[in-house]
């Protein structure tokens, strides 16, 4: 075997499934056994596999312009997706900058707040805070703005930036400890502190942990006082994930910088986009070129890309795909709600996501193999199951999985 795989062990690892074709929510191998991906393939495909007008628009743009080069030219998908997506963003957020996944589009964060202040004379701004158990990438500048406390990444350690963690609130108690702490910390560090990175409402990788829109709003207040810039990261939780187009609408305050990747093309093309706003761009806005953002990828702003981020848009806002949405959260909640309690922790859902703790990872590796037999794609984070379908999935597939689940529990 040539390919190595990510994510995996491939000592112990079974060989992987060879995937052949998609339709919908289904993907088939090469015996033209179906499968349920109840995790959008890796949380990317919102509006189901092959989706014909996604792949069209593709077609029609690469016999028109596949690529050029970003830097000091510009193309009609790129300006007509910045008009869509500024149509749902608040009205500070104007400034796009485009890379080509999560990993960049946090980078390219880290760096603009970095250098934000640098431009300004400002050269002891070096810390980011983060939110315990975070993920932002895989990258050694996303690696690094989430903290050691990630498993993945505790091995490359040495080569992280300075952060400081908020402990991660389990209840409102908690709640009160962490903000607490918080406060104690920028009670003295302030000054050297750059901005403040956070998943809003969701962390994904660390196992979809939710968290209330009141204590986002409570750390971006106690953070925002001192100066210090606000990250929402919003590779996974962006477009519908949690029940409205981006997380940050469920909350008062808005980030200055926000990450969108992941479900931006639905699934088609690998593009991000980090999204600020007018004063921070301000800052760069100068005669002297030492002050301009001087970073850029090969693929800055795919034109292939931009198109299926058009038609992804364009077909999200259908009343067909919104009364999806309701139906895949309502289901969520209603499903959850009806679990035995056997073997299970905990339980939670924020609008298309669910996740439910197991007692081990064992047994959660047993309910996916189960489900893998019957069909249905998912993948266990440690001790949690999640599903996290795509939006044109039927009502009769979610249930089917969590027929299965309930099984099992019983
Ligand atoms: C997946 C993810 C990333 C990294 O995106 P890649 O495209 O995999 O590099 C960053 N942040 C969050 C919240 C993610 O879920």
Known sequence: MKIWHP????????????????????LYD???????????????????????????TIAKQAHTLEHVIFAGYTHEPAENLVEILSKHLPNSLTKFFFSD?????????????????????????????????????DTIGAMSAAGASSEYHSKFKKFFFETFSIKFPKNAEDEELSVYELERFLETNHKKVCALIVEPLVQGAAGMKMYSPQFLDRIVEVVRKYGILIIFDEVMTGFYRTGTMFAMNQVKNK??????????????MPMSLTVTTEKIYEAFWSDDWN????????????????????????ILQTDEIQKNIKMISETHVARLNELPNKNLIAKRSCGTISAIDLNSSKLAKNVANLMFEQGIIMRPLNNTIYFIPPYCISIKNLDRAYDILTDFLK
């Open 7 to 26: 994510f995996t062990q491939e000592k112990i690892s079974s060989k992987p499934l060879k995937i052949v074709s998609g339709e919908k929510e289904y």
């Open 30 to 56: 090469e015996t033209g056994k179906q499968y349920v991906d109840m995790i959008s393939s890796w949380w990317v495909n919102i509006l189901g596999h092959s989706q014909p007008e996604i792949a069209d």
């Open 101 to 137: 996944n999560g990993s960049t589009a946090v980078e390219v964060a880290l760096k603009i707040a970095y250098q934000y202040f640098l431009n300004q004379g400002i050269n002891d701004r070096d810390i980011f805070i983060n939110l315990e158990g975070a993920y932002h990438g």
């Open 255 to 268: 980030p200055d910088i926000v990450c969108l990747s992941k479900a931006l093309t639905g699934g088609f």
């Open 291 to 314: 002050k301009a953002f001087i970073h850029g990828h090969s693929y800055t702003a795919n034109p292939l890309a931009c198109a299926a981020a058009c038609a992804t848009q364009k």
